[in-house]
Nanobody, 123 residues
Framework: QVELVESGGGLVQAGGSLRLSCAAS????????MGWFRQAPGKEREFVSH????????YYADSVKGRFTISKDNAKNTMYLQMNSLTPEDTAVYYC????????????????WGQGTQVTVSS
């Protein structure tokens, strides 16, 4: 059973940057396809980004495309989300999860959710 722990959130001004980390337990991290989601107060959890187990393919929500970059370091058992040009609309709790399969953009397709890390962008 994999366990995921997110970190790297915080308070940043609009236009700033943050790098989120998702550390995974277990010895099969290199085999995991994974994703990032976020959830703002009063809103549903929404897809942010996805990376295949080989890291050869990545996918992004239109709202973050060109600003966020997902990556995966199998040697460190860690996935990252580099977030640049942040806006107040990016304020949310960010979660990482493992993707066993199914529709790529749907939270129900993911499992082993971490506890989340808060990102707050001030205007």
């Amino acid at each position: 059973q994999v366990e995921l722990v997110e970190s790297g959130g915080g308070l940043v001004q609009a236009g700033g940057s943050l790098r989120l980390s998702c550390a995974a337990s277990g010895r099969t991290f290199s085999a995991y396809t994974m994703g990032w989601f976020r959830q703002a107060p009063g809103k549903e959890r929404e897809f942010v980004s996805h990376i295949t187990w080989t890291a050869r393919a990545t996918y992004y929500a239109d709202s973050v495309k060109g600003r966020f970059t997902i990556s995966k370091d199998n040697a460190k058992n860690t996935m990252y989300l580099q977030m640049n040009s942040l806006t107040p609309e990016d304020t949310a709790v960010y979660y990482c999860a493992v993707f066993p399969g199914g529709p790529l953009y749907t939270p129900d397709s993911y499992g082993a959710w971490g506890q989340g890390t808060q990102v707050t962008v001030s205007s």
